[in-house]
């Protein structure tokens, strides 16, 4: 089944505390994106990449960083998590030539930073 | 002013009643416009997509574009119990890049 996985689904850590939250598709595809949902902002784009060791800032990459070392791995990485990243995180994908209907997201990974 | 104004709700309508959502943007160059239903604890699913203007109907569903007055719709006939999500309107002007509205939430009463 074609898919966009992230692990974990809901994480609770403390301020300053590193973690990584995974991302993996299973369908071959160049373009790998992180977003966060707040309520009453919608979607809001952190980074993303458009193939292997290619990645740059979306609107919001302050506080993050990723690494694409492998097509299908789109890692997610807070070195310093604050309270404000407190979200919800969704990392989607698909083909770069592909219009952007294309995309498909993952399940989400609620993360509350206290 | 934000780049895509979506009203966030919360609707409420009983089941069978026609839905009417909106979303209303600023910048010109958007060309792809989408819209998105979100079920809790769930990702976004793409529901319907027009490149440029116009009108596209899937079953229930018709979308509406109107460059013009940078304003698109949503309408869903006959609405059920099963439509109760939250409904995102997303635009891009380029295939890599994508703007969200801030959803918003339906619930079709039985």
């Known amino acids: 089944e074609a898919q966009v996985t992230q692990n974990p689904r809901y994480l609770i850590t403390v301020t300053g505390k590193k973690l990584t939250v995974t991302c993996s598709q299973n369908?071959?595809?160049?373009?790998m994106s992180w977003y966060r949902q707040d309520p009453g902002l919608g979607l809001r784009q952190i980074y993303y990449?458009?193939?292997?060791?290619?990645?740059d800032k979306g609107d919001v990459p302050e506080g993050y960083k990723v690494s694409r070392k492998e097509k299908r791995n789109f890692p997610l990485i807070l070195e310093s998590p604050s309270p404000n990243q407190t979200s919800l995180y969704f990392c989607?994908?698909?083909?770069?030539?592909?219009?952007?209907?294309?995309?498909?997201f993952g399940p989400g990974t609620r993360l509350t930073v206290l | 002013q934000k780049e895509v104004e979506q009203d966030p709700g919360p609707l409420s309508v009983p089941e069978g009643a026609i839905v009417s959502l909106n979303c209303t943007y600023s910048?010109?160059?958007?060309?792809?416009f989408m819209w998105y239903r979100q079920y809790s604890r769930k990702g976004p699913e793409l529901l319907m997509y027009?490149?440029?203007?116009g009108n596209k109907e899937d079953g229930r569903f018709t979308a509406q574009v109107d460059k013009s007055s940078k304003y698109i719709s949503l309408f869903i006939r006959d609405s059920q119990p099963s439509d109760s999500a939250t409904y995102l309107c997303?635009?891009?002007?380029?295939?890599?890049?994508?703007?969200f509205g801030a959803g918003t939430r339906l619930t079709v009463k039985p």
């Open positions: 989607a994908s698909k083909s770069s030539g592909g219009p952007p209907n294309e995309q498909f």
């Open positions: 369908m071959n595809h160049e373009y």
């Open positions: 990449s458009m193939n292997v060791e290619v990645t």
């Open positions: 910048n010109s160059a958007f060309q792809y």
């Open positions: 027009t490149y440029s203007s």
């Open positions: 997303a635009m891009s002007a380029t295939n890599n890049d994508m703007r």
